[in-house]
Antibody, heavy 117, light 111 residues
Framework: QVQLQQWGAGLLKPSETLSLTCAVY????????CNWIRQPPGKGLEWIGE???????NYNPSLKSRVTMSVDTSKNQFSLKVSSVTAADTAIYYCATSDGWYRIDPWGQGTLVIVSS | QSALTQPPSASGSPGQSVTISCTGT?????????VSWYQQHPGKAPKLMIYEVSRRPSGVPDRFSGSKSGNTASLTVSGLQTEDEADYYCSSHAGSNNAFVFGTGTKVAVL
């Protein structure tokens, strides 16, 4: 059974770069897309983007200019960077895998990232 | 890409049924049979409940069912139980440049 464990800095100042990493346990990278999804406090879910084992990416057009995703297949890990953060980027960030049926499952435990001066 | 539209809230008594709608466009919900539903309890990560409009992952009770007509998908929870009280989000594939678009979310209360 695939499980995800994520980590990264939880408190950032405006203009800094958000950086999170997610490790995949119990499964092969080649079968999935790796996604990042965020949820502002008390609000809904927003898909940030996806990356596959070959490094092919697909980003939400609304965030594309500030988002970079990468993958390290040797460690079964994938990462997210969001540049020039503002208070609007304050959210719980989830990593999650998806498959060809566009099922998002499983999800990581979530990381609360707060952007504040 | 705009979020899919869901009612903010829905409610029912234990044992009753509740249906949540998820309205998109001909570019997402109406174009693909890749509608999923997620249940989220407070402080927890979302959990997949329905995929491909009406399929249930292993372990999800058959009280949960999904359907779609045109640009609107629906989730029905039959025989409501107290543990069904949660937020529910739909999502749909939205084309090659937008793998996923989510709904606005619905808070289900079991009265």
């Amino acid at each position: 059974q695939v499980q995800l464990q994520q980590w990264g800095a939880g408190l950032l100042k405006p203009s800094e770069t958000l950086s999170l990493t997610c490790a995949v346990y119990g499964g092969s990278f080649t079968n999935y897309f790796c996604n990042w999804i965020r949820q502002p406090p008390g609000k809904g879910l927003e898909w940030i983007g996806e990356i596959n084992h070959s490094g092919n990416t697909n980003y939400n057009p609304s965030l594309k200019s500030r988002v970079t995703m990468s993958v390290d297949t040797s460690k079964n890990q994938f990462s997210l960077k969001v540049s020039s953060v503002t208070a609007a980027d304050t959210a719980i960030y989830y990593c999650a895998t998806s498959d060809g049926w566009y099922r998002i499952d499983p999800w990581g435990q979530g990381t609360l990232v707060i952007v504040s001066s | 890409q705009s979020a899919l539209t869901q009612p903010p809230s829905a409610s029912g008594s234990p044992g009753q049924s509740v249906t949540i709608s998820c309205t998109g466009t001909s570019s997402d919900v109406g174009a693909y049979n890749y509608v999923s539903w997620y249940q989220q309890h407070p402080g927890k990560a979302p959990k997949l409940m329905i995929y491909e409009v009406s399929r249930r992952p292993s372990g999800v009770p058959d009280r949960f069912s999904g359907s779609k007509s045109g640009n609107t998908a629906s989730l029905t929870v039959s025989g409501l139980q107290t543990e069904d009280e949660a937020d529910y989000y739909c999502s749909s594939h939205a084309g090659s440049n937008n793998a996923f678009v989510f709904g606005t979310g619905t808070k289900v209360a079991v009265l």
